[in-house]
C-alpha cells in the first residue's frame, strides 16, 4: 500500500518536473507568455501598493477627528474663555484650546509672509477660534451631534470638522480600491485566458504523445496531469516576475516619491509589497495558471483519441 | 479470447469497412489476418484494440463487450491488450527506456517495477543495452522491435500487431516472426495482419482472410471460426 502511495506521489513528481522541462526547452515561448502573464498580474499589485502607501502616507484618520469652532467676530476674549471652559467639562470631550484671534494673527504672520500686508489692516481681521478634539470613543453621529449642539450657539459662527477632507480622502480610496478588485478580476481572466490558450497549443504540440499514453491504457486524468502541472508553472513564475516588475518599478519611483515627501516634512518611504500580499500573489498566480490549464485540457484533451 | 459476432463498421464519412464478420480467435492461439488493402484488417485489429467501436455486432476481448463498455473503462481494457504498429509509434524525443516504459508509467508501478520490467521486455525483443538510446538512433527493424517491447511490456494477454513485418527485409521479417512465436509460447494471443503470404504459409499458423468487409476464405486448422454466408 505504502509502495504505491510512494509511487504516486513519484508520478507526481516525475510530471511536475517534466513539465518544467518542457517549459525550459522553448525558453523564448515561455518567456514571452510569462511576460504577458507577469505584466497582467503586475497591474493590480501596482495599483494595489499604490493604494496602500497613500493610505500609510497620510496616516490612519479614522479616529484623529477633531473639529474648529469659529465664533462670531464681535464675541470677547473672556467670554471664548468662558465657552472654553464648559466645553472642557463636557463628558464628550477629552481637549478644547482657545486661540485668541491675537494668537492666529501672530502666528500666520509669522507662517505666511505676509506680515506687512497685515500690517494695513486696520483691525484684526480673525475670529477666535476653540480647537476641540472630541473622545477617542466618539463614534461619527455623537461628534455630529456635538458640532450641531455647538452650531446652535448664539456666539458660534461656524464649526468645521478637520475630518471632511479625510473623509472625502478615504472616499477617494475606496474608489481606487474597487477600481482595483475590477482590474484585478478582468486581468486575472485575462491570465487564464493565456494560460488557456497556451495549454491549448501545448496540446496540439503534443498530440502524438497524448495518442500513445491514451493507446496504452493511459487514463484521462494521468494525460491531464502535465498540463495542470505546467499551468501552475505558469502562474508562479508570472507571480514571481510581476513581483520583481513591481519592485522595480517602486524603486524607480522612490527617488522622486522621497523628494515630494520632503517637500511635505515628511520621512515617508515607499514600501513593497509584505510577505503576505506576495503570498497571495502567487497563490491567486497558481490558482489562475490551474484553471487556465484545467479549462484548456477539459476542452481538447477530450477531442484526441488515438 | 477475441470473437466478432456479425460485426459491421461503418465510419463517419459513409466508407463500410466491414460487413457482417464473425470470427474467433481461442486463448493462447495465434493467427493471421491477411486480404489486400482495403479489405478490413486494419479495421479489424482497431476493433479488437477499442480504437473504434463496431456500428453493428458484437465484439467480445478478454470478456468485455467492446461496444458497451463505459468510456471511464476503456484504459484498462487497453492496457489487457498490446498493439503494435506499422509505423511503431515511438515518441521519437524520448529513450527507448521512457517510451517502453510508458504502459507501466500509466499503471502507477513502482519504479523498481518498471526498471525490471522494461529490462525484461527489451532482453525478450534483443535490445537489451539501448535504453539510453533516442528510437531515430535505432535502425528500422531495432524500432519496430522497440514498438514490440512496448506492447508486452504490461505482460496484455493480447497482443495485436498491423503489418509488423511491412518495413523489414526477409530476414528480419523472418526474426520478428520467431520473436511473435515465442511470446505466444509463454502463452499469449496473438492476432498479426499481414500482406506477407510467404510468411503466414511458412508458419503453418491459422490464416483469417478477408475481402471486401467479410471473412473470405480459410485456411489451416479451423477450430472455431464459422464462414461469412
Not at chain 1, 478582468?186 to 494560460?195: F, N, R, Y
Request: charged share 20%; hydrophobic share 45%; aromatic share 6%.
Amino acid at each position: 500500500m505504502s509502495g504505491r502511495i510512494s509511487s504516486w506521489s513519484a508520478r507526481h513528481m516525475q510530471a511536475l518536473l517534466s513539465s518544467a522541462g518542457h517549459l525550459v526547452r522553448s525558453p523564448l515561448a515561455t518567456i514571452l507568455t510569462l511576460l504577458v502573464m507577469a505584466l497582467a498580474l503586475a497591474m493590480p499589485l501596482g495599483l494595489l501598493t499604490l493604494v496602500q502607501n497613500t493610505r500609510s502616507a497620510t496616516g490612519d484618520f479614522s479616529g484623529a477627528i477633531g473639529m474648529s469652532v469659529f465664533l462670531k467676530s464681535g464675541v470677547a476674549e473672556a467670554k471664548a474663555q468662558q465657552l472654553t471652559g464648559s466645553l472642557r467639562a463636557r463628558g464628550d470631550v477629552s481637549a478644547a484650546e482657545l486661540i485668541t484671534a491675537e494668537q492666529a494673527l501672530a502666528e500666520f504672520r509669522k507662517d505666511s509672509g505676509f506680515g506687512a500686508a497685515l500690517d494695513a489692516l486696520e483691525e484684526n481681521p480673525l475670529p477666535h477660534v476653540i480647537a476641540v478634539t472630541p473622545v477617542s470613543s466618539a463614534t461619527p453621529a455623537g461628534i455630529e451631534s456635538l458640532r450641531r449642539y455647538l452650531v446652535s450657539w448664539p456666539e458660534v459662527e461656524t464649526v468645521q470638522l478637520d475630518s471632511e477632507w479625510v473623509t472625502r480622502f478615504n472616499a477617494i480610496l475606496a474608489v481606487l480600491r474597487r477600481v482595483l478588485l475590477v482590474a484585478a478580476t478582468l486581468l486575472g481572466i485575462g491570465v487564464i485566458a493565456i494560460v488557456g490558450n497556451t495549454i491549448r497549443l501545448e496540446i496540439l504540440n503534443r498530440r502524438a504523445e497524448i495518442e500513445v499514453t491514451k493507446l496504452v491504457g493511459g487514463t484521462n486524468a494521468f494525460v491531464r496531469r502535465p498540463f495542470l502541472y505546467t499551468g501552475m508553472w505558469y502562474g508562479l513564475m508570472a507571480g514571481l516576475t510581476a513581483w520583481l516588475i513591481v519592485a522595480g518599478a517602486l524603486w524607480g519611483l522612490s527617488g522622486p516619491a522621497a523628494s515630494l515627501a520632503s517637500a511635505y516634512g515628511s520621512h515617508f518611504v515607499l514600501s513593497p509589497p509584505t510577505a503576505a500580499e506576495l503570498g497571495l500573489l502567487l497563490l491567486v498566480g497558481i490558482s489562475l495558471g490551474w484553471i487556465g490549464s484545467w479549462i484548456a485540457t477539459a476542452v481538447h484533451l477530450q477531442r484526441i483519441e488515438p | 479470447m477475441i470473437s466478432f459476432e456479425q460485426v459491421a463498421k461503418r465510419y463517419p464519412n459513409g466508407r463500410e469497412a466491414l460487413a457482417g464478420v464473425n470470427l474467433r480467435v481461442a486463448p493462447g492461439e495465434m493467427v493471421f489476418l491477411t486480404g489486400r488493402s482495403g479489405a478490413g484488417k486494419s479495421t479489424v485489429l482497431k476493433l479488437i484494440a477499442l480504437l473504434e467501436r463496431p456500428t453493428r455486432g458484437q465484439v467480445i476481448v478478454n470478456g468485455d463487450n467492446t461496444g458497451q463498455l463505459p468510456a471511464r473503462r476503456i484504459p484498462a481494457f487497453r492496457r489487457r491488450v498490446g498493439v503494435v504498429f506499422q509505423d511503431h509509434r515511438l515518441l521519437t524525443d524520448r529513450p527507448v527506456f521512457d517510451n517502453v516504459a510508458l504502459p507501466l508509467i500509466v499503471t502507477d508501478s513502482s519504479l523498481k517495477e518498471i526498471d525490471r520490467r522494461v529490462r525484461a521486455a527489451l532482453d525478450q525483443v534483443g535490445l537489451l543495452g539501448k535504453e539510453r538510446l533516442l528510437p531515430l538512433e535505432l535502425s528500422v527493424g531495432e524500432q519496430q522491435r522497440v514498438g514490440i517491447a512496448r506492447a508486452i511490456v504490461g505482460r496484455p494477454p493480447v497482443l495485436i500487431a498491423d503489418e509488423p513485418t511491412g518495413n523489414l527485409d526477409p530476414q528480419l521479417a523472418t526474426e520478428m516472426m520467431n520473436l511473435f512465436r515465442r511470446l505466444n509460447e509463454v502463452g499469449v494471443t496473438i492476432v498479426v495482419a499481414t500482406h506477407d503470404l510467404h510468411l503466414v504459409r511458412e508458419s503453418g499458423l491459422r490464416e483469417i482472410q478477408l475481402d471486401s468487409g467479410q471473412v473470405s476464405d480459410l485456411a489451416g486448422p479451423l477450430p472455431h471460426i464459422e464462414a461469412q454466408r
